[in-house]
């Protein structure tokens, strides 16, 4: 094929799309402007997708403030305060036949919670000072037996009732390492891949009581604070990466959970990653 005729400028824009010249310069200038065409189509195509794409997030973004209760109206906050109250007395406590007591050591704390849970920014007002978030997760610490578990017992049921996007399950770390002795994972806790679609996980938001205590016992020959480990680096990824919450209540004060998780963790990452939460401290005598 004789090229000697053709411009170098029309060779080098047809090798851009990958065409070679076929001899033919009318028939090929053709062609380079159908290529020009096409490739102004598509990022057309593309600028729309984007555009829709962003729709997209922003109409997602409002269908989700707009499932959950505003509870900036006092009204409203009184309605679900007392809605927990009654589920926590008569749903979640009522077969221990005690009565659930709200006092000095937890009032606030449930105030906090109940904007929190409801995503209202009241909830970061409630403790001045100390930082907390609404796109954290939560830590409860405290002493035996003042009521964390309970507290997020009595949320959880709240939550589902409401059908909250917030709802989480409550778990035990004795109930994780059940599960891992008999599946050899603890995949339901962390990223649920057994009911992913298209390689996409489907984490669900979770508490994961007492954590810390009892990590220096083997159970069935597993270490349960390797698995515990494990479970809070996988659920800061899923917090980070899905939006999905982890949250925590444990015994340890600050000091006792600096100590536990730095023992198999050489660079701290567990430690730093406690940044994510919002460590609310539980005061008072034993409830039980």
Request: overall charge positive.
């Amino acid at each position: 094929m004789n090229l000697s005729n053709y411009p170098s400028c029309l060779i080098d824009a047809l090798a851009k799309y990958g065409v070679k010249p076929s001899g033919n310069i009318d028939w090929d200038r053709c062609v380079l402007d159908t290529m020009k065409r096409r490739a102004s189509d598509k990022a057309k195509y593309a600028a729309m997708e984007i555009g829709n794409y962003i729709k997209k997030a922003e109409q997602d973004r409002k269908e989700a403030e707009q499932a959950y209760p505003d509870l900036t109206d006092t009204a409203v906050y009184e309605m679900h305060a007392r809605l927990f109250l009654y589920i926590a007395n008569n749903i979640v406590i009522a077969p221990q036949h005690r009565e659930f007591i709200v006092d000095a050591n937890n009032k606030e704390i449930i105030r906090f919670l109940l904007y929190y849970f409801n995503n209202c920014p009241l909830a970061e007002e409630v403790f001045p000072g100390r930082g907390y978030k609404l796109h954290k997760n939560i830590m409860l610490q405290g002493g035996l037996g003042i009521g964390k578990t309970m507290l997020m017992q009595c949320f959880s049921e709240y939550l589902r009732r409401i059908k909250s996007p917030r709802f989480f399950h409550n778990l035990s770390v004795t109930q994780m390492v059940n599960y891992y002795t008999i599946h050899n994972n603890f995949d339901r806790y962390t990223f649920y891949e057994e009911e992913s679609r298209g390689f996409m996980p489907k984490p669900e938001n979770v508490c994961l009581n007492d954590v810390g205590i009892n990590d220096e016992k083997k159970f069935f020959g597993m270490d349960t604070a390797v698995l515990t480990d494990d479970f809070l680096l996988a659920r800061n990824d899923i917090w980070a990466g899905w939006g999905k919450f982890a949250h925590l209540t444990t015994n340890l004060d600050e000091q006792a959970l600096i100590k536990r998780f730095t023992k198999g963790d050489k660079y701290g990452r567990l430690v730093d990653r406690f940044k994510t939460y919002n460590v609310i401290p539980m005061n008072g005598n034993s409830r039980r």
